[in-house]
């Protein structure tokens, strides 16, 4: 009977997590936005091949589309520029890198769309999933591992009542969820719940709060503020170390992030540290630091942000 009754809520899950795609055509599939991120890089592909009406920025133009890679190294755009042929789930286009190449210097690949999964493969390198909607699962007991694999992986985290992560999968009754620095990792279903709700576009209310959350190890305290601009977003996070006995603060530095907006994430691909930078004051941009793809994620339930696993609450003071 249990084992029943564990299948049957984990079909049941499984069907409320069906992929919300966010947008992509059964009529028109070169038509969307689709993503590819790891621990390594961020790639983002956005593409409407019916339509030369997508404008990166006033050196791109007008172009078809566009396939964003952000690494510790390089970033870059490959802008379409062409569609030269579209035959059922395959097409042919032309693309130029923005920052190494020149429009005149245009490169060929073959786009092709999977069907059975709403994918992208941008030539034989890359293959995108559709970009959807965020769903988070929510640890409902103290002390959980978060492992690397279900059963009997070895823990890489203790997750404590509350914690929220986006959510990734689902495999043998155990939740596949999104960690810091890009990686994963796995919780049993009897220790954690799915939150409903879902947002294919964070509110722009979202980027005016203020918040705050502590070290699992209750040492630090982070201060957390967003600011938007466009698709672009900063996020500045004032660190304090926090004395557990007599709980007297004391600062020791801020790190200001740059990034974008995907959907219902924040990607940052920069940052900058230091004692007195301030984010209304401007960001000092030419002396910020690539880093590898750090994402955060807004929570429709809560709606709120969670930043390495942890919900961010208001500030109390």
């Known amino acids: 009977m249990k084992r029943t009754l564990t299948l049957l809520l984990s079909t049941m899950f499984l069907l409320a997590f069906m992929p919300c795609v966010v947008p992509v055509y059964a009529d028109n599939p070169f038509r969307g936005v689709w993503i590819n991120n790891t621990a390594e890089q961020y790639e983002q592909l956005k ?30 755009y490959w802008i379409i520029t062409d569609v030269t042929a579209i035959q059922g789930n395959k097409a042919q286009v032309k693309y130029y890198s923005l920052r190494y190449g020149m429009p ?17 493969a941008f030539g034989e390198g890359y293959t995108f999933a559709p970009s959807s909607a965020c769903k988070f699962v929510e640890i409902i007991k103290s002390d959980v591992n978060i492992r690397t694999a279900p059963v009997t992986g070895a823990p890489v985290m203790k997750a404590q009542a509350g914690m929220t992560f986006a959510y990734a999968g689902l495999d043998k009754g155990w939740y596949k969820v999104s960690l810091a620095g890009g990686t994963t990792g796995y919780v049993s279903g009897e220790l954690a719940n799915p939150l409903s709700g879902e947002a294919s576009r964070i509110p722009d209310e979202a980027f005016g709060r203020s918040g705050q959350y502590v070290s699992d190890d209750n ?28 709980g007297s603060m004391r600062y020791y530095g801020t790190t200001i992030y740059k990034g974008k907006v995907d959907g219902c994430r924040l990607v940052f691909t920069k940052k900058l540290d ?18 590898k793809p750090y994402t955060v994620y807004y929570s429709p339930t809560n709606a709120d942000f969670v930043v390495d696993g942890k919900m961010i609450k208001a500030k109390s003071f």
């Open 47 to 76: 593409m409407n091949l019916y339509d030369k009406s997508i404008k990166l920025s006033d050196e791109a133009g007008q172009s078809y589309g566009y396939l964003q890679v952000e690494n510790d190294f390089v970033s870059d």
């Open 104 to 120: 005149e210097q245009k490169e060929s690949m073959t786009v092709t769309y999977n069907a059975a999964d709403g994918s992208i």
């Open 219 to 246: 040492s630090t305290l982070h201060s957390v503020d967003f600011m938007r601009k466009g698709d672009v977003v900063y996020m500045s996070v004032a660190h304090s170390h926090v004395n557990v006995n007599t």
């Open 274 to 291: 230091g004692f007195n930078v301030v984010l209304d004051s401007g960001v000092d941009e030419g002396s910020m630091t690539d880093i």
